[in-house]
């Protein structure tokens, strides 16, 4: 059975940081480019960074560059997020997820449709 599983979401202050982790079974994980997205409540699903299959390609969205570090161990099959000086506006539900592509991140990296496989979430809320 294909699936990611995401765990490390919690309670934070502003200025805080999380770590969130991903781990992926059933799936070529090695070859695989991940991403992370977030949902908060009202607002659709928003790609936040895509990794490359080795690591060293990744790719941020702007409100979350300089704070928060994507990266992978293809040893344990896991992805991780770094978040660090957290704001309010981070709370939302946040999502590992298997890209279509091989290899490389797509064009089209924050897309929702580019990726074939979603976890169930973890939850990360900042408090002010």
């Known amino acids: 059975q294909v699936q990611v599983v995401e765990s490390g979401g919690g309670l934070v202050q502003a200025g805080g940081s999380l770590r969130l982790s991903c781990t992926a079974s059933g799936l070529t994980f090695d070859a695989t480019p991940m991403g992370w997205f977030r949902q908060a409540p009202g607002k659709e699903r928003e790609g936040i960074s895509c990794?490359?299959?080795?690591?060293?390609?990744?790719y941020y969205t702007d409100s979350v560059k300089g704070r928060f570090t994507i990266s992978r161990d293809n040893a344990k099959n896991t992805l991780y997020l770094q978040m660090n000086s957290l704001k309010p506006e981070d709370t939302a539900m946040y999502y590992c997820a298997a890209s279509r592509s091989y290899l490389q991140c797509s064009g089209s990296w924050n897309s929702v449709s580019n990726y074939r496989v979603w976890g169930q979430g973890t939850q990360v809320t900042v408090s002010s």
């Open positions: 990794i490359n299959w080795s690591g060293g390609s990744t």
